[in-house]
């Protein structure tokens, strides 16, 4: 049954922190601007927990554990890349990570392992059942507060992606059909449906793991038993359903993937050439694909950050989006400007980008939506000619090698599409509208000043900064669902501690002009009463020396 939690505690006479510590202790722990009171105020305080009410049963069962401390305890475990056990650990005798979650008693108690590890799994089965994803709705509502209380403007953005790897083992054609079917052939053996000669030939093949069949074999005898798994795969496939296991349609996906049936209904291995960089990489983590990127091969994810990059104050990631790693940063861009919009206050009217998310549709979106977008580069090659619309409609063409000016027709293509057209020697040269715009694009990023272009820059260390405790590029994780909860919870602990570091700049600034306001007030009073001492004492005694004594 679901029931929120009460976002004032009631202290304990005897086991409160006043009732414990004392002197400096107390004045640290209680200290307002210290980062557990911060993390409680910022975060644990902001988080609306009827967002996560669906999870629950309305009116029947015992009572759920607080969703705020279940939550914050997620973020504080990817703040420090803590395992499990030392995350349990700290929450139940760390004082400073207890006050962070609202347990500010020392007889309050912590939701156990199971009732955390159930947490997680419901979310992710919400998700699978075809649901929003709650922690997207969390991150968006948080930093949306944050937001407006810091008030964050939002009207410049600014975006970057990273590859990150999944947690899982790089398999080779032969591993990965092994390993499927192994999963599967451990469910399904003691259903009665395969017979005595079947049993023995996958026994006899899947006795040893994968990878150590690849170590001790042959590259001949590896080709042999590949064969021999694909034609057991295509035997066994017809005699299942996928009710007869979960690994069944991953099972049937990797053989279509990986072979093909001739005409005599035999399987046999596809060519390399012929398997989708989509394809499945793992049996375990059936949503990662592979992408090769300048050479970085992961097979994995790829994560996506827009934050605020406006010139003064507070600047916060907006929003974070997880896809698989075959995705294009093309796809990123218009989603991200949209969620970020939901999130900042005022209306997006910059957005900096590389040029790795150029594409005639997001131009056209940011044209459409009143924003500049402004490119740092455009992948390709510069191109050989220029362009320039004259006022008249007509289109000229520079050659940049021979520097001349070319006259060029506009013609109409038989599918309806427009082009226009140069006289080449004795050759026709045909110029697309998507060549000219991009010619167009490159010249006004060339115009665009370098301290419009230097405001992307600082996103990659906002990039660094989100995979820190990963510096191997790779996850703890598996699935599209759980990297996309770890993104928004890496991504609430790096607005926290921009958050904590602009509330001291602006205490020590406040403390600063304080004193400097004392200081100058003090002086106007000590030059009021010398003034006033000059006016009402006698002639004899209006000396420096006289007055300083009368003051002192």
């Not at 009732?19 to 200290?31: A, I, N, P, V």
């Not at 594409?359 to 191109?383: R, V, W």
Request: hydrophobic share 35%; glycine share 4%.
């Amino acid at each position: 049954m679901f029931k929120k939690t009460s976002k004032t505690p009631q202290l304990n006479l005897f086991t409160s922190p006043k009732s414990l510590l004392s002197g400096k202790s107390l004045s640290l722990y209680e200290d307002n601007e210290a980062w557990h009171n911060q993390f409680y105020q910022q975060v644990t305080a902001r988080i609306d927990e009827n967002i996560f009410r669906p999870l629950y049963c309305e009116n029947n069962g015992t009572p759920n554990a607080s969703v705020r401390i279940l939550i914050t305890m997620m973020i504080l475990k990817e703040a420090e890349g803590l395992s499990d056990q030392k995350l349990f650990e700290n929450c139940r005798f760390n004082m400073l990570t207890r006050s962070a979650i609202g347990l500010l008693n020392a007889d309050d108690s912590v939701p156990t392992e199971s009732t955390y590890y159930l947490f997680r799994k419901r979310i992710v089965d919400f998700e699978k059942a075809g649901n929003e994803n709650l922690f997207n709705v969390v991150f968006a509502q948080i930093t949306k507060n944050q937001s407006i209380d810091f008030e964050v403007s939002g009207k410049r953005i600014r975006m970057d992606s990273k590859l990150l790897g999944s947690n899982i083992a790089w398999l080779s054609r032969y591993e990965l059909i092994h390993e499927t079917l192994r999963l599967f052939y451990n469910q399904v053996k003691q259903l009665g449906k395969l017979d005595k000669s079947t049993k023995e030939k996958l026994d006899r093949l899947l006795k040893l793991e994968g990878n150590k069949v690849v170590y001790t074999c042959s590259s001949e005898e590896v080709k042999i038993r590949f064969k021999e798994l694909g034609e057991l795969t295509y035997k066994i496939l017809p005699l299942f359903s996928p009710a007869s296991g979960t690994y069944y349609p991953t099972l049937q996906r990797v053989f279509n993937e990986q072979y093909k049936v001739d005409e005599n209904k035999v399987a046999i291995g596809r060519e390399k050439e012929e398997i989708s960089t989509h394809s499945v990489q793992s049996p375990h983590d059936t949503d990662c694909h592979y992408r090769n990127k300048d050479g970085n091969k992961v097979k994995g994810y790829s994560i996506n950050v827009t934050e605020s990059c406006d010139d003064k104050g507070l600047n916060l990631i907006g929003s974070v989006d997880v896809k698989k790693v075959s995705a294009s940063d093309v796809d990123f861009l218009q989603l991200g400007i949209k969620r970020a919009q939901e999130v900042f206050p005022d209306k997006i009217e910059y957005t900096h980008a590389d040029g790795a998310y150029h594409s005639p549709d997001n131009q056209q979106f940011c044209e459409t939506n009143d924003i500049n977008l402004y490119l740092h580069a455009i992948q390709g090659m510069k191109g050989r000619y220029q362009f320039n619309f004259l006022k008249n409609g007509d289109l000229a063409v520079l050659d940049t090698i021979t520097n001349q000016i070319i006259a060029s027709k506009k013609v109409t293509c038989k599918n309806g599409s427009v082009k226009w057209r140069i006289r080449t020697g004795e050759n026709y040269r045909y110029f697309t509208q998507k060549e000219i715009d991009t010619y167009l694009i490159r010249k006004k990023i060339a115009e665009t000043p370098i301290e419009i272009l230097q405001k992307r820059n600082n996103v990659e260390a906002t990039i660094f900064q989100l995979g820190y405790h990963y510096s191997n590029g790779k996850s703890r994780y598996r699935g599209e669902i759980k990297h996309q909860m770890w993104a928004n919870i890496r991504c609430l602990w790096v607005n926290f501690v921009r958050i904590l570091k602009y509330i001291k700049q602006v205490w020590q600034k406040s403390t600063f002009l304080s004193k400097y306001a004392l200081q100058s007030a003090c002086a106007k009073m000590n030059f009021a009463f010398k003034s006033f001492l000059l006016a009402i004492l006698p002639y004899h005694l209006k000396n420096q020396k006289n007055i300083q004594c009368l003051i002192i």
